[in-house]
């Protein structure tokens, strides 16, 4: 079966990673943790499957999709052609969609009720698989964002822990859109410390995933100990630009 991605896109996508490999690195060294201590997802949310394609082509294992109508298309291309990728799930879920990722994703990142977790669970359950989850903390406060307040997440946690055949496997946030230099990275070094104190009472050996980060703020994200960043527009372009053939 023929790909989709033209040998051009895949060399402005391939260049793209660089850079953003390269910044990557360089923030892990500032930092002085270890090399490869950082997962690259690419967000190819709005975008069409080629430029997934291009992007796995390229070298990048791990790709991300907001919307689950994006995300299971792009699976079963995937699928079609043979093409391994660890894909997440980055954007609100909603708990009458559920059904249709379970067994899809390598890690749900955006678990933000203890009843949407129970809709995993049952899902998974009977669909005989375990599914990788994250809770997500809503750390700046802002009323636009979903997620746990710092003060909900060991009363949530507690509740989740008894569900069958999910893991959790950490925490992910979202900082604000920055009104003063420094405020993501404050609100990410707020999530580090509530990550610390949560793996401490959870003791859960699966605890090992922080994700926080996107184009304008991975830098900041992985200073403060984030292990996954969720990159789109860095790698893909900008998504209010695209215009379909």
Known sequence: MDYDYSEELKKKISDNILTVRQSIDNAISVSGREKGSVTLIGVSKVFPVEYAEAAVMS?????????????????????????????HLIGTLQKNKVKYIIGKTNLIHSVNTVELAEEISKRSLSNNVTTRILLQANVSGEASKHGFAPHELKPAIDKIEALPSIEV????????????????REVFAKTRALFEELKKYTGFESWKVL????????????????????IGTAIFGNRAEYKPL
């Open 211 to 230: 994700s926080m980060g996107m184009s304008q703020d991975y830098e900041s994200a992985i200073l403060e100990g984030s292990t996954h960043v969720r």
């Open 169 to 184: 496997c950490g925490l992910m946030t979202m900082a604000p859109i920055e009104t003063y230099e420094g405020e993501a």
């Open 59 to 87: 070298g990048l294992a791990d790709l991300g999709e907001n919307r689950v109508q994006e995300l299971v298309p792009k699976v079963e291309r995937f699928s079609a052609l043979d093409i391994d990728a660890r894909w």
